[in-house]
């Protein structure tokens, strides 16, 4: 069974920083790209990040560039976003999710962990 | 502002059919194909569709997909109380070289 669980959401100040992490398992992680996708409180799904399997292509949203890096360790199967000079507006859940290998697009997606950026 | 555009809510009866509108532009729906998701309230999204109209096996066959030109839609016919959720599209888009998705459709069963 396919699980992918996110952990590292919290209360941060705005201007402060927070890593996430996604455990992957149930598949052979390092076979699939991964996506960061968000989702503020009573909104819709915004699309963060992408990484391919091996880390050697990555895509940011607009929103984020310059921000957010997307990190990936094949050996430990885990998925990250480091998150710096977090502002009000990156107030979300955040979703890890896989890309699948047999379609373009997201298959699976984790339960979420949020973020708040509060002071 | 969301760049694929569906339309913020949609209704029906038990057993009716439903349609929910999805529309894009050339660098998204008019150049890949297009997937849809359910998100029942407190949960993560789940795949409903994907690859324009192929369902995931446990989806019901209630649920069906179709894609023309720069626009795509998800039907769900023989309506449940179960199938009370939001939706949303996705596709690629080749200029942003990122994901877009729609604003979502709160379907509300009467």
Known sequence: ????????????QPGGSLRLSCAASGFTFSSYSMNWVRQAPGKGLEWVSYISTSGST???ADSVKGRFTISRDNAKNSLYLQMNSLRDDDTAVYYCARSSSSFAGV?????GTLVTVSS | QSVLTQ???ASGTPGQRV???????????????V????????????LV???????????????SGSKSGTSASLAISGLQSEDEA?????????????????GGTKLTVL
Not at chain 1, 107 to 111: H, L, S, T
Not at chain 2, 86 to 102: H, I, P, R, T
């Open chain 1, 58 to 60: 990555i895509y940011y």
């Open chain 2, 19 to 33: 349609t929910i509108s999805c529309s894009g532009s050339s660098s998204n729906i008019g150049s890949n194909s």
């Open chain 2, 35 to 46: 997937n849809w998701y359910q998100q029942l309230p407190g949960t993560a999204p789940k």
């Open chain 1, 1 to 12: 069974e396919v699980q992918l669980v996110e952990s590292g959401g919290g209360l941060v």
């Open chain 2, 49 to 63: 569709i994907y690859s324009n109209n192929q369902r995931p096996s446990g989806v019901p066959d209630r649920f």
């Open chain 2, 7 to 9: 339309p913020p809510s």
């Open chain 1, 107 to 111: 298959d699976y997606w984790g339960q």
């Open chain 2, 86 to 102: 939001d939706y949303y599209c996705a596709a690629w888009d080749d200029s942003l070289n990122g994901w877009v998705f729609g």
